[in-house]
């Protein structure tokens, strides 16, 4: 069975090293590295593919996060992003979060958030890269704002939102990433079941905790598992064509 992981913020895994190979062991054969500022940007590109082992490759993807968004730092982390397109198979995570504690109080907030958003989207765009998208609280405007700005690969990340939000994004030929959440969240289950499995990708958003422990890229399995229960399909359907889904937005090589 080859697994990739489309969504992981390694920096912030406790030893990496071990985790990896736990990965590979139950056939992670890719993991795509996400950035979230300007440090772990920095991270993705310079440190992450140290990581590699035989079988298991990482892949960096750049992006600025809506959360706790430093307005000092906004330029700077974009001109790295755009000095290092090219290297990145991806631009993300990246996106909108109208629940987060800023953006709930000020609109001002929400604006900055939108802005980011926009021109990495149009980097996206001209470059032809992949998205990774955070769309929590700001469903509607996130499929919005996709669409708007013709970006052509989208992948709404840990998608929980309303089902006309998934419908449009669904109609556009986007994708969603399941997480180990699907095992138990009812909005993100909802989401796995409304969705075609021609539309879903697999990930793990480590080291984020799920039900209280903190996951790691191997913890995949716990998203595969949930998506084949979900589908009523068997577990190596869900792998091959998963993995066949992430292959096609990527374009590894
Ligand atoms: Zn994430």
């Known amino acids: 069975?080859?697994?990739?992981?489309?969504?992981?913020?390694?920096?912030?895994?406790?030893?990496?090293?071990?985790?990896?190979?736990?990965?590979?062991e139950i056939g992670v054969i890719a993991i795509i590295a996400v950035g979230?500022?300007?440090?772990?940007?920095?991270?993705?590109?310079?440190?992450?593919?140290?990581?590699?082992?035989?079988?298991l490759k990482i892949y960096s993807a750049l992006g600025l996060h809506p959360w706790g968004l430093d307005?000092?730092?906004?330029?700077?982390?974009?001109?790295?992003?755009?000095k290092n397109v090219d290297k990145a198979v991806a631009l993300g995570e990246v996106g909108l979060d109208y629940w987060d504690k800023e953006a709930r109080r000020s609109e001002d907030r929400r604006e900055l958030?939108?802005?980011i958003f926009k021109r990495?989207?149009?980097?996206?765009?001209?470059?032809?890269?992949?998205?990774?998208?955070?769309?929590?609280?700001?469903?509607?405007?996130?499929?919005?704002?996709?669409i708007e700005a013709g970006v052509k690969r989208a992948v709404f990340h840990w998608f929980s939102g309303p089902n006309s939000a998934l419908k449009r994004?669904?109609?556009?030929?986007?994708?969603?990433?399941a997480t180990p959440a699907a095992a138990y969240s009812k909005e993100h289950r909802?989401?796995?079941?409304?969705?075609p499995l021609e539309n879903i990708i697999l990930e793990t958003d480590s080291p984020v905790a799920y039900a209280g422990e903190p996951s790691e890229p191997a913890h995949i399995i716990k998203a595969l598992n949930a998506v084949a229960e979900i589908k009523g399909l068997d577990v190596k359907t869900v792998a091959e064509e998963t993995t066949e889904n992430a292959k096609r937005i990527f374009r590894f090589n």
């Open 1 to 24: 069975m080859n697994l990739i992981d489309t969504h992981a913020h390694l920096e912030e895994v406790n030893n990496l090293k071990d985790a990896i190979k736990r990965a590979a």
């Open 36 to 55: 979230s500022d300007y440090d772990s940007n920095v991270w993705v590109m310079n440190e992450s593919r140290k990581y590699e082992v035989k079988g």
């Open 71 to 82: 307005p000092s730092k906004v330029e700077e982390t974009i001109e790295f992003i755009e």
């Open 113 to 115: 958030q939108r802005r």
């Open 120 to 146: 990495i989207l149009y980097m996206a765009k001209i470059n032809d890269k992949p998205v990774s998208i955070h769309s929590r609280g700001a469903w509607e405007d996130c499929v919005n704002i996709v």
């Open 169 to 177: 994004l669904i109609d556009h030929g986007y994708y969603v990433s």
């Open 190 to 195: 909802r989401v796995i079941l409304k969705t």
